[in-house]
């Protein structure tokens, strides 16, 4: 069983717009996974306009990779080595601690997702 960076059992990030690196709406992960796609963030548009600036646009949709586009407070399995550099750039999107991989630990320290985390869920 995937587990969260809390050491919980790893929940869904989101079904819409459905992401994870498997598009099962979790920020599950393995080997194939290059990019660590295990971060369960609520973007912003601070952070969207930092990722382009950085060469990955996700507001532009992509129906060839059945990927919509992604708006201000669309949650999102995003790379954990992106996060690490958009905290560096201090535009870090919000984190939802339950539904973050606990992989993400490798490239992000806890107490950072803790400053960063959505403390109450709708």
């Not at 609520?42 to 586009?69: C, H, I, K, M």
Request: hydrophobic fraction near 35%; proline fraction near 6%.
């Amino acid at each position: 069983m995937a587990r969260n960076v809390l050491g919980g059992p790893l929940k869904s990030c989101s079904h819409s717009p459905k992401t994870g690196f498997f598009r099962d709406g979790c920020c599950n992960t393995d080997r194939r996974d290059q990019g660590v796609h295990t971060v369960c963030v609520r973007v912003t548009d601070e952070f969207l306009e930092f990722s382009r600036r950085q060469g990955n646009d996700l507001s532009t949709p992509a129906p060839q990779y059945r990927f919509p586009g992604l708006r201000a407070g669309d949650q999102w399995c995003l790379c954990a080595p992106r996060y690490a550099e958009a905290l560096d750039a201090g535009v870090a999107p919000q984190v939802v601690l339950d539904a973050t991989h606990e992989k993400t630990l490798e490239y992000v320290d806890l107490d950072d997702l803790l400053r960063h985390a959505i403390l109450e869920e709708n």
